[in-house]
């Protein structure tokens, strides 16, 4: 049995589908335990996953939203990243004839962002938990936190924009060849 281009796709957009389903449940999970933080305090501690963020509560709670908010900007962020590539896969708009086209350079660009976007509030994330156990504060390790990895996510911005950059001149390219015919 040959692998196949459409094959590969094909798999790559059921896979982006669980992507997105976790990390939708993720972002929901962590939204959703910061509004029961506010209605039970003691249900901190059976936050999401290995989440136990109740020393930080205690500590306060204008410190505990904060981090909950950078937790969950942080897994929208991812969740929006997986819609993109779901859209882009499920609509059809690229197209292995034609590569090189508006719909799919603005897709690199919009992907760019949002992982910049991703590794900016990640950085952000991990220097404020850093700070707060700094001031004496019992926090969880940032890889529970979905924090981690800021360094890598900037990473990938700058290689998806160096992309993004090859398509801009492609379509450039090809908008001349198909001028010249």
Avoid at 3 to 24: D, E
Avoid at 35 to 47: E, G, S, T, Y
Avoid at 141 to 153: K, N
Wanted: contains cysteine.
């Amino acid at each position: 049995m040959e692998i196949t281009t459409k094959r590969t796709l094909n798999v790559l957009l059921i896979l982006s589908w669980v992507i997105f389903v976790g990390v939708c449940v993720e972002a929901g999970g962590f939204i959703v335990n910061a509004f029961f933080a506010l209605v039970n305090p003691a249900v901190v501690k059976h936050l999401w996953h290995e989440t136990d963020l109740s020393a930080l509560l205690q500590y306060n709670t204008g410190y505990f939203f904060a981090e909950m908010l950078l937790m969950s900007v942080v897994a929208v962020l991812k969740a929006w990243l997986f819609y993109l590539i779901i859209k882009i896969m499920h609509d059809k708009n690229f197209s292995m004839v034609q590569p090189f086209n508006k719909e799919v350079r603005r897709f690199i660009f919009n992907i760019a962002c949002i992982t910049f976007m991703i590794g900016l509030f990640s950085w952000w994330g991990v220097k404020y938990t850093g700070w707060l156990v700094g001031q004496g504060v019992a926090m969880p390790d940032v890889q529970y936190l979905r924090l981690g990895g800021a360094d890598v996510w900037l990473f990938m911005s700058v290689t998806l924009f160096v992309i993004g950059q090859i398509f801009k001149r492609g379509v450039e390219i090809q908008a001349e060849n198909e001028l010249t015919i």
